[in-house]
């Protein structure tokens, strides 16, 4: 999957950094991932989520709060409502680039500016909405710094520590947090929302996600992350919402109608990476693509795949008809089937002329047939059909390719 990096300019004149990971076929949608607290774009969580989308079709950016990571900016003189400033403008931009409504997920803190930024974003530029770890009282982070909070009120700025890292906190920091009410700014949305919490976890406890819940409208949606840590350290648990979140969306960001369905044959269009290639047909998408040992990015099947996969599947449909019309015990097939060139020494064929040009090619098919109740001469008939296949007899027949511009 391509990873673009992104620069957004912010009003106060730094720039945030992100990574924009782009599915390898077409997109169908777009998503926002917000970090947690003190976290950047490059956690567990961040990664895994946004390549898991990616993956199914959603272009998922990843990006630095201000200070932290690759963006620009004083973190300690920041705070909570700089972090939905933010993400305001970053999915002003994926909006803007894309022309579709955004998929804002947060983790942690991350989870709790998503829901706050939501009004700001505007209810037209958001799809849904999914929070992981989120807490319900923004002020509960303040917990989570070890230092003189009440010296820092005082005296302007100071120095503490959160999660083992020194910062240089500023008054406004504390108080955009203090006075954040995320229970009223989520009461107030009126867009899909999906909660993921762990009851095991020590950070952000469970009850944080039950007053979530009882302040969002419907629809809503819950999803626990049993036996996860906070950070969802463990890269299963983070696979695990990662997936439920990208099985949600799907139901909140629709095909869009400028994906070409063709009415007959097949459309190939290129431009995803190097090699790859999207085929549509008249009811399906999928890539094609060619091995990390070309160049290509190991996408989808290579196109001689897909002939082999052409002529198997045909072999084993025609197989099955057969058997079935005969009313023999046939209980399936297994066809493996390979591709090899420059055969001609050991080829009858080859007496023919059929070893010009680029060399012989030959497709070979070894079929095993299931079912232990099937005679000798039922087996043999079964074999035999094979060859009819309407794949087969395409691949053997005088076949001319035409083409047109």
């Known amino acids: 999957m391509p990873t673009e990096t992104i620069t957004i ?20 949608g777009i998503a926002l991932f917000a970090h947690c607290f003190t976290c950047t774009r490059q956690s567990k969580a961040a990664v895994a989520v946004a390549r898991a989308l990616s993956k199914e079709g959603i ?45 804002l997920v947060g983790h942690s803190l991350g989870g709790a500016a998503v829901l706050a930024a939501a009004e700001d974003i505007g209810a037209d530029n958001i799809a849904a909405i999914a929070t992981i770890g989120a807490p319900s009282d923004v002020p509960h982070v303040l917990e989570r710094i070890k230092g003189d909070l009440a010296a820092i009120r005082a005296t302007g700025e100071g120095e503490v520590s959160i999660g083992g890292r020194a910062f240089t906190l500023g008054r406004a920091f504390i108080e ?31 009850d944080n996600a039950s007053a979530l ?67 549509h047909t008249d009811s399906h998408r999928f890539l094609a ?27 084993a449909m025609t197989m099955k008809m057969y058997a079935d019309r005969e009313g023999w015990p046939f209980e399936g097939a297994s066809i493996h089937l390979t591709h090899e060139r420059d055969h001609e020494g050991d080829c009858a064929e080859c007496a023919k002329g059929a070893g010009t ?30 060859d009819k296949c309407p794949v087969h007899r395409t691949l053997e027949g005088p076949l001319h390719i035409r083409t047109e511009t």
């Open 9 to 28: 300019q912010t009003e106060a004149g730094h720039a945030l950094e992100g990574s924009l990971e782009l599915p390898t076929g077409l997109t169908r």
């Open 59 to 103: 272009a998922c950016l990843r990006f630095d709060f201000t200070g932290l990571g690759g963006s620009g900016g004083e973190f300690g003189r920041a705070g909570f409502a700089t972090d939905v400033a933010d993400l305001v403008l970053a999915a002003n931009y994926l909006v803007e680039r894309f022309e579709q409504p955004v998929l």
């Open 176 to 206: 955009r947090v203090e006075h954040a009410d995320l229970l009223a700014e989520v009461a107030r949305l009126r867009k899909p929302v999906l909660l993921l919490h762990s009851p095991t976890d020590a950070v952000v406890g469970i």
């Open 213 to 279: 819940f009882g302040a969002a409208t419907h629809p809503k949606s819950f999803v626990s992350l049993e036996g996860a840590d906070h950070l969802l350290l463990d890269s299963r648990d983070a696979e695990f919402a990662a997936s439920m979140i990208a099985s949600w969306a799907h139901r909140y960001l629709p095909l869009r109608d400028d994906w070409p369905m063709p009415e007959k044959g097949v459309v190939v269009k290129t431009g995803h990476g190097k090699f790859g290639t999207e085929v």
């Open 289 to 315: 693509d060619e091995p990390r040992s070309v160049g290509g990015d190991d996408t989808g099947p290579t196109p001689y795949d897909l002939l082999l996969a052409a002529l198997g599947t045909c072999t």
């Open 357 to 386: 040009g680029d060399g012989l090619q030959a497709l070979t098919r070894r079929i095993e047939l299931a079912g232990e109740a099937l005679t000798a001469e039922q087996r043999e008939k079964i074999i035999a059909i094979a």
